[in-house]
């Protein structure tokens, strides 16, 4: 299956105003409605340090810490958040292989691939320096 990667995803808002996810530069993905990923832009899969392959047809709680007991039920409340709304603004928190942090922001908006194929797209969240 592949290295654990170990993901949280939480609550949270992103910057909406921007529209920031507009830019087609960005990294993206496509889910269906099961939550599986259906397709997987290659530098998303660079970020998140896994072959695309092994990404396209897992669940998004595939890529959970099984130690976080209410990773889970997190995700399961977000994407419910994301059906009633039609869209979804959040962040998310994981580990690198190296085991450095590493935080993302990333938009999901309903059928924005088309019927049942819900498109996130994501960027990194990088720290200000002093």
Known sequence: MGPDIWYAYRYGSADAVTRWWTDPKLPWAI??????????????????????????????????????????????????????????????RFRRLDGSPRDLEYHLRRNGAGDGRHLAVVRELVEASD
């Open 31 to 92: 889910l269906d409605d099961d939550r599986r990923f259906v397709d997987v832009d290659p530098a998303l899969a660079a970020i998140i340090e896994a072959p695309r392959d092994d990404v396209v047809g897992r669940r998004v709680e595939d890529f959970t810490n099984p130690a976080d007991a209410t990773v889970v039920a997190d995700i399961a409340a977000l994407w419910a958040q994301f059906l009633v709304g039609g869209e979804l603004h959040a962040t998310m």
